[in-house]
C-alpha cells in the first residue's frame, strides 16, 4: 500500500512562489510514475505536471515554464516548484501515484492520492 502527504501549500501574492512536497511511503514507489494534480471549486481535477521514474517529464500547457516537478528517489519524495504565481494557480494540490513507467496528466491513470495541500494565490 502507498500512502501519500502533501506538504507546502499556503497564500501568496501573484507573482509569488511556492515549493510543495509530496512524501511517499511503500515497497518501491522509487519506481512509481508520480504526478501533481489540481482542483478548483467547482471545476474538475487536472494535471499539472507528472514525472516518470527516470525523470522524463511532462506539463500542462498553462503551467509550462512556471512549474517545475522534480523527485529525490533516495527520499521517496515528490516536489512541485511553482513560480510568477497566478490567481487561476489557486485550488487543491494532490500527489498521485501509479505502479507504470508510464506518465500522464489524467488523473483517472493514478492509483493512490494524497489527502491534498490548499495553494490560494491573491490578485
Known amino acids: 500500500q502507498v500512502q501519500l502527504v502533501e506538504s507546502g501549500g499556503g497564500s501568496v501574492q501573484a507573482g509569488g512562489s511556492l515549493r510543495l512536497s509530496c512524501a511517499a511511503s511503500g515497497y518501491g514507489v522509487s519506481s512509481y510514475s508520480m504526478g501533481w494534480f489540481r482542483q478548483a471549486p467547482g471545476k474538475e481535477r487536472e494535471g499539472v505536471a507528472a514525472v516518470g521514474s527516470g525523470g522524463r517529464v511532462t506539463y500542462a500547457g498553462s503551467v509550462k515554464g512556471r512549474f517545475t516537478i522534480s523527485r529525490d528517489n533516495a527520499k521517496d519524495t515528490l516536489y512541485l516548484q511553482m513560480t510568477s504565481l497566478k490567481p487561476d494557480d489557486t485550488g487543491m494540490y494532490y500527489c498521485?501515484?501509479?505502479?507504470?513507467?508510464?506518465?500522464?496528466?489524467?488523473?483517472?491513470?493514478?492509483?493512490?492520492w494524497g489527502q491534498g495541500t490548499q495553494v490560494t494565490v491573491s490578485s
Open positions: 498521485a501515484a501509479r505502479d507504470s513507467y508510464i506518465i500522464s496528466l489524467d488523473p483517472r491513470w493514478y492509483s493512490y
